[in-house]
């Protein structure tokens, strides 16, 4: 096991930073001062000690899981955080988003939908945590109506959360074919957002993919989409904006959008692009 083998490294890094700073001095130096030291500073070896058993009980208590991510036995995983969070009520926002990332996976949304309703009604001080989590699981699956729901549950979202729940959902409207609706959401996004990622998707989606369904008033979103490139690339050459990008897929709610991400920077960098229907 990776993780197993991280624990053992460490246990092992941490035993002989113990055994430089407490026993290997008594060998080169005076055993008087040695004493000395031994007596004014023993906290320090029971910090080392705290620290090992800290980190031992930590994988201890975390092992399964550790285990199902390793292997990415993804409906193990789910399985297991079902059991923590609806039979044992063992409710945070780091195992709602993962098990939300795993239904994802599975193209489970009824279950992630069943753990939207958990969270409200057991845990609402975590809902804005793991609010974008539910939204991506809604578009994946074409549920434009839950998604909608989530975004309005999570109006007071922090602004980092906020932009992409906004993307989101202007996506979401967009391909529902509610074009003015969609505008709504991407022409500010691409007009002020400071997030480079947001404003590429928006600005391109905007210019793209919006102006040519609405008309007359298809001019702003052109506008908003030149705006976004004069933001961008001066700040960003291609090989920054590509790692900037692989950073962020850190998150699933970016993974969901890699074919958007693609099409945004040829958008953005290539003189010439046609967008892919």
Partial sequence: ?????????????????????????????????????????????????????????LY????????????????????????????????????????????????DLETVK???????????????????????????????????????????????????????SGISSHSVKQYDKAGTYLLPLAQSSSDPVVAALSGYICEKMLAPKLGDAGGRFIAAGAAVKQRIIPKLSRSKWLRLVEEAKSSMHVVILSRLLEDSGSWLFDAAHSVRV
Wanted: aromatic share 14%; hydrophobic share 55%; glycine share 2%.
């Fill in 1 to 57: 096991m990776k993780f197993g083998y991280l624990l053992a490294s460490f246990n092992i890094v941490l035993f002989l930073c113990f055994l430089t700073v407490f026993l290997l001095p008594a060998f080169i130096l005076d055993f008087t001062f040695m004493e000395e030291f031994w007596t004014k500073s023993w906290y320090i070896g029971i910090l080392f000690l705290m620290l090992i058993l800290f980190v031992n009980l």
């Fill in 60 to 107: 201890a208590r975390n092992r399964i899981l550790l285990q199902k991510l390793e292997q990415e036995d993804w409906p193990g995983l789910a399985q297991y955080l079902e059991t923590e969070l609806f039979t044992r009520q063992k409710i945070s926002a780091r195992k709602v988003n993962l098990l939300t990332d795993s239904l994802l996976l599975l193209h």
């Fill in 114 to 168: 069943k753990l939207e309703v958990l969270v409200a009604d057991k845990k609402p001080s975590i809902y804005n945590a793991c609010a974008t989590g539910f939204a991506s699981a809604a578009l994946v699956s074409a549920d434009h109506a839950f998604l909608e729901s989530v975004v309005q549950h999570a109006a007071s979202a922090r602004p980092e959360e906020r932009i992409w729940l906004e993307l989101l």
